[in-house]
Nanobody, 126 residues
Framework: VQLVESGGGLVQPGGSLRLSCVGS??????????MAWFRQSPGQEREGIAG???????TYAESVKGRFTISKDNVKNTVYLQMNNVQPEDTAMYYC????????????????????WGQGTQVTVS
């Protein structure tokens, strides 16, 4: 499985970005997988911020709830993260992750729950 993120960059506080993650090489249909976005700042642990299940049920970390939206396109094998009203504390490397869904209604935002990872895309808010 290969996950490739894109869309990161430099953005001013209050601005918006949309991250994309294209997946390939899945054994099963992309629609069967739970997807998530994590982020990691220097010196910090990797944090799960948004997840989406095979039924499009979503989970968000409190730090991004109401500002970020996760979605996926099963035809394009792509998961998105729409980031609105970004703040300097959102500066981090953002990673896409995938795993077979255990539950159709909930995806835990823990690193141990995900088996496949992308290389990351840098987001800098300044």
């Amino acid at each position: 499985v290969q996950l490739v993120e894109s869309g990161g960059g430099l953005v001013q506080p209050g601005g918006s970005l949309r991250l994309s993650c294209v997946g390939s090489g899945f054994r099963y249909a992309f629609s069967s997988y739970c997807m998530a976005w994590f982020r990691q700042s220097p010196g910090q642990e990797r944090e799960g911020i948004a997840g989406i299940t095979m039924n499009n049920a979503t989970t968000y970390a409190e730090s991004v709830k109401g500002r970020f939206t996760i979605s996926k396109d099963n035809v394009k094998n792509t998961v998105y993260l729409q980031m609105n009203n970004v703040q300097p504390e959102d500066t981090a490397m953002y990673y896409c992750a995938a795993t077979m869904c255990v539950s159709a209604d909930h995806v835990p935002l823990s690193q141990n729950s995900f088996h496949y990872w992308g290389q990351g895309t840098q987001v800098t808010v300044s």
